[in-house]
């Protein structure tokens, strides 16, 4: 099986040191750009959806959470208060109050809506040490978040629009959702107490499921405190299953915050806000990612995406060129020279990266290279610019195949 933490490992992905504590991987420099790719795809597809882009703080007033309902709902899963000038901070369980402050910080009009604020934050979970593992159970949480603020009109288009941005990055990803979960309240006090509420929340995320026509089921006791939510479930190397994508529709806590907007009669108007999450958490969506494709990442996620292999010393100053090029079209390469061992074992050191470009003295004269695929396939020695254009246009694409023969190529950009 392809266990994520071993990988991690041997890929030299992430790791963890006792020093840092249980539950706080450290990314090394090849997990590191597995991370930064794919938080720049989430950027880009939020953006291109209409999303704005917002910094909040990981600390908080312990009054902030109080009023949002986490204190009471979810303290058990909270750092502890830490002291501050004579007031209580806390490490955020969640980016959810923060983002309706800012809501709350400007007046908003009607026509301001739907207002799609997102965040690659941090936000913090006390989790005993005995479910922490790898990067799926962690303590320093890195989440691709985003809230809605919207009329009540809007919220089963925001939904559905928010499904088919999931639907699209699993699709970039290479990922399989398991099952989709409508998310229930259940049995206890661990759900705000307020019947309507929650009535008409089920309701919209039904309407929204069954007009996706996605199959779904029901899960009693799978709700956020505040309201229901879709969860889009994926199940790991040894088949466990966790939930890596939501939508959830929030009455509480527009209302606990006392948001609102101006609406067109110049009356003050209650919105709704729509939590949503793409990936949900960088560290489990890159867990699932490691176990999903073995280390051997789509070309755009890859670590290294190009390997220059010179077959000898001779042909080290064109593959260094190479590389050279790459790195200014923003491509990530990597010189493997002789001096790393014979050309077989610098091919099979090379196994996980999407393009090896083998640069022979007829190639190197030519200004060509040889690609090799990492799924086996050779290509005939074609101009350097070419390959490296083709290569660029599947990155860029965002593809999970290595390599479309359909793709032009600029004449510009070749030779």
Same mark, same amino acid.
């Given at each position: 099986m392809n266990d994520h933490r071993r990988l991690g490992?041997?890929?030299?992905?992430?790791?963890?040191?006792?020093?840092?504590?249980?539950?706080?991987?450290?990314?090394?420099?090849?997990?590191?750009?597995?991370?930064?790719?794919?938080?720049?795809?989430?950027?880009?597809?939020?953006?291109?959806?209409?999303?704005?882009?917002?910094?909040?703080?990981?600390?908080?007033?312990?009054?902030?959470?109080?009023?949002?309902?986490?204190?009471?709902?979810?303290?058990?899963?909270?750092?502890?208060?830490?002291?501050?000038?004579?007031e209580q901070v806390v490490l955020r369980p969640s980016l959810c109050p923060h983002h309706a402050l800012i809501f709350r910080s400007r007046s908003h009009s009607y026509r301001e809506l739907p207002l799609r604020m997102a965040e690659l934050g941090g936000m913090y979970r006390s989790e005993l040490s005995g479910v922490l593992g790898g990067l799926t159970r962690v303590r320093a949480i890195q989440l691709n978040d985003a809230h809605i603020f919207c009329t009540l009109e809007q919220v089963a288009e925001e939904a559905r629009a928010a499904l088919d941005l999931i639907r699209r990055a699993y699709h970039a990803l290479g990922i399989r959702p398991v099952r989709y979960r409508l998310s229930l309240p259940g049995p206890g006090g661990k759900y705000v107490a307020a019947p309507e509420m929650w009535r008409r929340s089920v309701a919209l995320l039904t309407e929204v499921l069954e007009g996706a026509g996605v199959p779904y089921e029901a899960a009693e006791g799978e709700a956020a405190f505040?309201?229901?939510?879709?969860?889009?479930?994926?199940?790991?190397?040894?088949?466990?299953?966790?939930?890596?994508?939501?939508?959830?529709?929030?009455?509480?806590?527009? @209302? *606990?915050?006392?948001? !609102?907007? /101006?609406?067109?009669? #110049?009356?003050?108007?209650?919105?709704?806000?729509?939590?949503?999450?793409?990936?949900?958490?960088? @560290? *489990?969506?890159?867990? !699932?990612? /490691?176990?999903?494709? #073995?280390?051997?990442?789509?070309?755009?996620?890859?670590?290294?995406?190009?390997?220059?292999?010179?077959v000898s010393e001779a042909e080290a100053p064109a593959a260094a060129e190479l590389v050279r090029r790459c790195l200014d079209l923003g491509l990530r390469a990597e010189l493997a020279g002789p001096e790393h061992g014979t050309l077989g074992a610098r091919i099979r050191g090379a196994r996980l990266v999407p393009y090896q470009a083998v640069i022979g003295p007829r190639e190197a004269a030519d200004g060509q290279v040889a690609l090799r695929l990492r799924d086996g396939r050779r290509l005939a020695a074609m101009p350097a610019g070419e390959a490296l254009s083709r290569i660029q246009a599947v990155v860029a694409a965002r593809r999970t195949e290595l390599w479309e023969e359909a793709l032009a190529v600029s004449p510009a950009s070749a030779g």
């Amino acid at each position: 099986m392809n266990d994520h933490r071993r990988l991690g490992r041997e890929l030299d992905l992430f790791d963890t040191d006792p020093l840092m504590g249980a539950g706080l991987p450290y990314w090394l420099p090849a997990g590191a750009a597995v991370r930064h790719a794919l938080e720049e795809y989430i950027r880009d597809a939020e953006r291109r959806a209409g999303y704005r882009h917002v910094y909040s703080p990981v600390l908080g007033k312990r009054e902030l959470y109080e009023i949002s309902g986490h204190w009471s709902h979810y303290s058990e899963d909270m750092f502890p208060p830490m002291d501050l000038g004579g007031e209580q901070v806390v490490l955020r369980p969640s980016l959810c109050p923060h983002h309706a402050l800012i809501f709350r910080s400007r007046s908003h009009s009607y026509r301001e809506l739907p207002l799609r604020m997102a965040e690659l934050g941090g936000m913090y979970r006390s989790e005993l040490s005995g479910v922490l593992g790898g990067l799926t159970r962690v303590r320093a949480i890195q989440l691709n978040d985003a809230h809605i603020f919207c009329t009540l009109e809007q919220v089963a288009e925001e939904a559905r629009a928010a499904l088919d941005l999931i639907r699209r990055a699993y699709h970039a990803l290479g990922i399989r959702p398991v099952r989709y979960r409508l998310s229930l309240p259940g049995p206890g006090g661990k759900y705000v107490a307020a019947p309507e509420m929650w009535r008409r929340s089920v309701a919209l995320l039904t309407e929204v499921l069954e007009g996706a026509g996605v199959p779904y089921e029901a899960a009693e006791g799978e709700a956020a405190f505040y309201g229901p939510k879709i969860d889009v479930q994926i199940a790991d190397s040894a088949g466990r299953e966790s939930t890596l994508s939501t939508v959830q529709v929030d009455f509480h806590q527009p @209302e *606990r915050f006392d948001l !609102h907007y /101006i609406g067109p009669d #110049g009356a003050k108007h209650r919105p709704v806000m729509v939590h949503r999450s793409i990936i949900g958490s960088v @560290e *489990r969506a890159v867990a !699932h990612l /490691i176990e999903l494709h #073995g280390g051997a990442f789509p070309a755009w996620l890859a670590p290294v995406q190009v390997v220059a292999v010179p077959v000898s010393e001779a042909e080290a100053p064109a593959a260094a060129e190479l590389v050279r090029r790459c790195l200014d079209l923003g491509l990530r390469a990597e010189l493997a020279g002789p001096e790393h061992g014979t050309l077989g074992a610098r091919i099979r050191g090379a196994r996980l990266v999407p393009y090896q470009a083998v640069i022979g003295p007829r190639e190197a004269a030519d200004g060509q290279v040889a690609l090799r695929l990492r799924d086996g396939r050779r290509l005939a020695a074609m101009p350097a610019g070419e390959a490296l254009s083709r290569i660029q246009a599947v990155v860029a694409a965002r593809r999970t195949e290595l390599w479309e023969e359909a793709l032009a190529v600029s004449p510009a950009s070749a030779g």
